[in-house]
């Protein structure tokens, strides 16, 4: 499957933005995705990921609250709801899709299988 990320670009701090991940080849009927993020300097991280019938969620801390991942199986898109934004998620957005369905392993990067080229989000004080 090919992933195409968008949506990112550069807000002040407090503005909103939504991501969007366009999934398109193989067709799986299980599958998990989820959003990881790398700021410069630093190693990639979980962010979000979503089970592929839409009841199970899981966030990273530092974004619960803030950020709603969903995903539309109809359209093959992912997406990143990003609220109240800080400087300090400044970074690039990557998605990815997991077709072993790992469900415990959904914050792990060894969960995911494919990824998106990423978007670039820049938040400014």
């Known amino acids: 499957v090919q992933l195409q990320a968008s949506g990112g670009g550069l807000v002040q701090a407090g503005d909103s933005l939504r991501l969007s991940c366009a999934a398109s080849?193989?067709?799986?009927?299980?599958?998990?995705m989820g959003w990881f993020r790398q700021a410069p300097g630093k190693e990639r991280e979980f962010v979000a990921a979503?089970?592929?019938?839409?009841?199970?969620?899981s966030y990273a801390d530092s974004v619960k609250g803030r950020f709603t991942i969903s995903r539309d199986n109809a359209k093959n898109t992912l997406s990143l709801q990003m609220n109240s934004l800080k400087p300090e998620d400044t970074a690039v957005y990557y998605c990815?899709?997991?077709?072993?369905?790992?469900?415990?392993?959904?914050?792990?990067?060894?969960?995911?299988?494919?990824w998106g080229q990423g978007t670039r989000v820049t938040v400014s004080s």
């Open positions: 080849g193989r067709t799986f009927s299980n599958y998990i």
């Open positions: 990815a899709v997991g077709y072993r369905a790992i469900l415990s392993m959904m914050r792990s990067m060894r969960a995911y299988d494919s």
């Open positions: 979503i089970r592929w019938s839409g009841t199970s969620t």
